[in-house]
């Protein structure tokens, strides 16, 4: 398996623009979590999702951010209008508990977004 | 609310010695895991080590083992023969069974010396 795979890796855009980072996790996996890293926050899990469902978004840090999950094998994070504050690393990760696997997330490599 | 604290921001170690890193974790659940991620420069998060709580056994992989204190509610990690690869981030991590939320530490900087 691939892995989970995200996109871009890299994104730069300017203050008030939109930005879609892509996610696909990990085939079989059942739940998918949206995560930002920053120097003064260290790891936030922004989202999470079970069977395409949103379980809880109560760390989305505000109406800017929506996640979606349209099905098993992909899903959306998106910034609409980006502010500079919202420059982090992106991380997004997905795990199969229920299916006899440990309970651990498997990580993507990351989205590192520069709001300029 | 559960949460994870790691005491100790930076910790360097020489080159094949061994090195201690401390979690303490604030939970009333009685069933969950805890989890030891390493994020290298590259950045890319990656799985060192996993312990159920209801094992009393202390997990080991290879140069990786936990002590796992569960009254005291207390997760370290110990890194044997240290190597140079071993420099990175090191994450502490709380999961309760039910949610499958993680609740991550805010991290240890490892440096191998050379």
């Known amino acids: 398996d691939a892995g989970v795979i995200q996109s871009p890796r890299h994104e730069v855009t300017e203050m008030g623009q939109e930005v879609t980072l892509r996610c696909k996790p990990i085939s079989g996996h059942d739940y998918l979590f949206w995560y930002r890293q920053t120097m003064m926050r260290g790891l936030e899990l922004l989202i999470y999702?079970?069977?395409?469902?949103?379980?809880?978004d109560s760390g989305m840090p505000e109406d800017r951010f929506s996640a979606k999950m349209p099905n098993a094998s992909f899903s959306t994070l998106k910034i609409q209008p980006s502010e500079p504050r919202d420059s982090a690393v992106y991380f997004c990760?997905?795990?199969?508990?229920?299916?006899?696997?440990?309970?651990?997330?498997?990580f993507g490599p990351g989205t590192r977004l520069t709001v300029t | 609310a559960q949460t994870v604290t790691q005491s100790q921001p930076e910790m360097s170690v020489q080159e094949a010695e061994t090195v201690t890193l401390s979690c303490t974790y604030d939970t009333s659940e009685n069933n969950y895991y805890l989890f030891w991620y390493k994020q290298p420069p590259s950045r890319q998060m990656i799985l060192v080590i996993r312990q159920e709580a209801y094992k009393q056994q202390n997990a080991t992989e290879n140069r990786f083992s936990v002590n796992f204190q569960k009254a005291a509610k207390s997760f370290s990690l110990k890194i044997s023969d240290s190597q140079l690869g071993d420099t990175a981030m090191y994450f502490c991590?709380?999961?309760?069974?039910?949610?499958?939320?993680?609740?991550f530490g805010t991290g240890t900087s490892l440096t191998v010396i050379p």
């Open positions: 990760a997905s795990s199969a508990p229920l299916a006899g696997a440990s309970y651990e997330q498997y």
């Open positions: 999702f079970n069977n395409n469902v949103p379980i809880d």
């Open positions: 991590a709380f999961m309760k069974i039910a949610g499958n939320q993680f609740y």
